[in-house]
């Protein structure tokens, strides 16, 4: 017997930049300031900051939002950074030349920088008024934006709002 797995649906976007020339540390600087904000702010926090880390950090954000919004039809308003990390990627060796025909190792670091988007508009709970009156029959909530409520008496409806 084959049993088909049911694939949740995935409200994350993640975008991975690999083999930026630049260390990791000065990656995890920047990183650490944007984790867990709006995007909008993000963007913001990435233009206004001195750092030559921003600007490839900025374009991995444009990336995932852009991704989000042509994939999965998310709204740009309701993304937040939920996880941002840095891990070192492979060190490109140079050598240059010296004086008396020696050499000088050059050590170029890179690193690899994961951005991951989530939309917030799916895990908004609604108030506890509308929780307490769902519990109570009053109201039937299809979506958050629709509420119908009920005449618990004479089962009709007495109001839509949409």
């Not at 083999?19 to 963007?43: C, N, P």
């Not at 990390?85 to 670091?109: D, L, M, Q």
Request: hydrophobic share 35%; proline share 4%; with cysteine.
């Amino acid at each position: 017997m084959i049993r088909k797995r049911k694939k949740k649906a995935s409200r994350e976007v993640y975008t991975l930049g690999q083999h930026i020339h630049m260390s990791a540390h000065k990656a995890r600087r920047v990183i650490d300031q944007i984790r867990g904000h709006s995007y909008e702010k993000t963007l913001l926090i990435l233009e206004l900051m001195p750092y030559r880390a921003c600007y490839p950090i900025f374009k991995l954000v444009y990336s995932a939002a852009a991704n989000a919004n042509h994939n999965k039809g998310f709204n740009e308003a309701n993304l937040v950074i939920s996880k941002a990390e840095v891990n070192e990627g492979t060190t490109v060796k140079k050598s240059k030349p010296r004086a008396r025909g020696r050499s000088f190792p050059i050590k170029r670091s890179t690193c690899h920088i994961t951005i991951v988007l989530k939309d917030i508009s799916f895990y908004e709970e609604p108030p506890r008024y509308l929780i307490s009156l769902k519990k109570r029959g009053w109201i039937n909530k299809t979506k958050y934006t629709d509420l119908t409520c009920y005449d618990i008496y004479r089962s009709r409806r007495l109001w839509d709002k949409k």
